[in-house]
């Protein structure tokens, strides 16, 4: 039974190691040779002109997100219709309470007032 889950700490161990091994490689491996003009801020070849921290609005970022989210909708959507003739009941529920949770989610961002672009 051990030899079950040792495949899996191996998987694991290996899902581990190769995204950071690279990482580390590279960290003790390139060149350190910082200079000012490198650590200054640069801006498509131009000097930065006062302060380059910008802040924007997090109801944008809302928006784009529930953007997304019904754009996703739209492709989930477009396979069910294409082969609704073959599917069964099952997938008509299936679909009705996947648009449900997604009608609930667009009546609770509306009422929190994400949708307004004010």
Do not use: H
């Not at 590279?26 to 131009?46: D, Q, V």
């Amino acid at each position: 039974m051990l030899t079950r889950y040792a495949f899996i700490g191996i998987f694991f161990i290996a899902a581990v190691t190769f995204p950071l091994l690279p990482l580390v490689l590279a960290r003790f491996l390139r060149p350190k040779r910082p200079t000012p003009i490198k650590l200054s801020t640069y801006e498509c070849g131009l000097e930065a002109i006062g302060d380059i921290w910008v802040q924007f609005k997090v109801q944008y970022y809302i928006y784009a997100l529930a953007f997304v989210i019904f754009d996703i909708e739209t492709i989930f959507l477009y396979p069910w219709a294409v082969a609704y003739n073959q599917l069964g009941l099952f997938a008509l529920v299936e679909m009705a309470v996947f648009l449900a949770i997604l009608v609930g989610g667009l009546a609770y961002a509306w009422r929190k007032g994400a949708l307004e672009w004010v």
